[in-house]
T-cell receptor
Framework: DAGVTQSPTHLIKTRGQHVTLRCSPISGHKSVSWYQQVLGQGPQFIFQYYEKEERGRGNFPDRFSARQFPNYSSELNVNALLLGDSALYLC?????????????FGPGTRLTVT | AQTVTQSQPEMSVQEAETVTLSCTYDTSESDYYLFWYKQPPSRQMILVIRQEAYKQQNATENRFSVNFQKAAKSFSLKISDSQLGDAAMYFCAYRSPSGSARQLTFGSGTQLTVLP
C-alpha cells in the first residue's frame, strides 16, 4: 500500500501570497493531521481532521485553515504569508479507531517564503 | 499542557557501539503514549518505537529499546549495534489518550551522528 503522499515537494512564495498544500492519507485512514516544522525544531501541531470535521487546532493564527474531502484527502491553506511561515509542513494520517493511534507521516512540503 | 524535553541537541556514536538518547516529559495524566520518531535527511518521519504508559515492561524493537521511568517522567532510547543508517534526527513525542485531537507533542530533537 502507498504511504502518505504530499504535494508539492517544494515551493517558493512571496510575502503576502496564499499557498495550498495537499495530502493524501494511507488507504483506510480517515484522520489527517498537519504539523509545521521550523528548521532545527520539532514539529508543531496545526490541525487534525477526522471524517471531514475539525477535531483539533493548535496555536496558529487564523491565516491557517484546512479542510478534509470525502475521499479523506486534505488541504492546508495559509493566507497572507509571512517570512516566519517558511518551514517543512508535515501531514500524518492515522486509523482513528486504533487505540495507539500511531501517526504515519508523509515526506513533507518545504515552503520557502521570500 | 504537556511538554517534552530533549536535552541533547547532538550525539555521536561509533559504528557497532551503543548510544542512549534522553527524553523527559511533563504531564499530569496517568495514562498516555510515548513515541520515538526518526527523521533522516530525506525528511520522512519514521516511527521507531512506542510505549504505553500503563505497561511496566519496556518496549523493544530489534536493536532499539526504551527505558521508561514513569515516576521520573523519563523515556530514553537505546540503540544497540549502531549502524550508519541510524544517523538521523531523533524526536521524542507524547500523546494524550484523552481529547478528540490526540495530537503529538514533540521534543526539539537530538541529531545522531554515526562514525565509521
Amino acid at each position: 500500500d502507498a504511504g502518505v503522499t504530499q504535494s508539492p515537494t517544494h515551493l517558493i512564495k512571496t510575502r503576502g501570497q496564499h499557498v495550498t498544500l495537499r495530502c493524501s492519507p494511507i488507504s483506510g485512514h480517515k484522520s489527517v493531521s498537519w504539523y509545521q516544522q521550523v528548521l532545527g525544531q520539532g514539529p508543531q501541531f496545526i490541525f487534525q481532521y477526522y471524517e471531514k470535521e475539525e477535531r483539533g487546532r493548535g496555536n496558529f493564527p487564523d491565516r491557517f485553515s484546512a479542510r478534509q474531502f470525502p475521499n479523506y484527502s486534505s488541504e492546508l491553506n495559509v493566507n497572507a504569508l509571512l517570512l516566519g511561515d517558511s518551514a517543512l509542513y508535515l501531514c500524518a494520517s492515522s486509523h482513528q479507531t486504533v487505540q495507539t493511534y500511531e501517526q504515519y507521516f508523509g515526506p513533507g512540503t518545504r515552503l520557502t517564503v521570500t | 499542557a504537556q511538554t517534552v524535553t530533549q536535552s541533547q541537541p547532538e550525539m555521536s556514536v561509533q559504528e557497532a557501539e551503543t548510544v542512549t538518547l534522553s527524553c523527559t516529559y511533563d504531564t499530569s495524566e496517568s495514562d498516555y503514549y510515548l513515541f520515538w520518531y526518526k527523521q533522516p535527511p530525506s525528511r520522512q518521519m519514521i516511527l521507531v518505537i512506542r510505549q504505553e504508559a500503563y505497561k511496566q515492561q519496556n518496549a523493544t524493537e530489534n536493536r532499539f529499546s526504551v527505558n521508561f521511568q514513569k515516576a521520573a517522567k523519563s523515556f530514553s532510547l537505546k540503540i544497540s549495534d549502531s549502524q550508519l543508517g541510524d544517523a538521523a534526527m531523533y524526536f521524542c513525542a507524547y500523546r494524550s489518550p484523552s481529547g478528540s485531537a490526540r495530537q503529538l507533542t514533540f521534543g526539539s530533537g537530538t541529531q545522531l551522528t554515526v562514525l565509521p
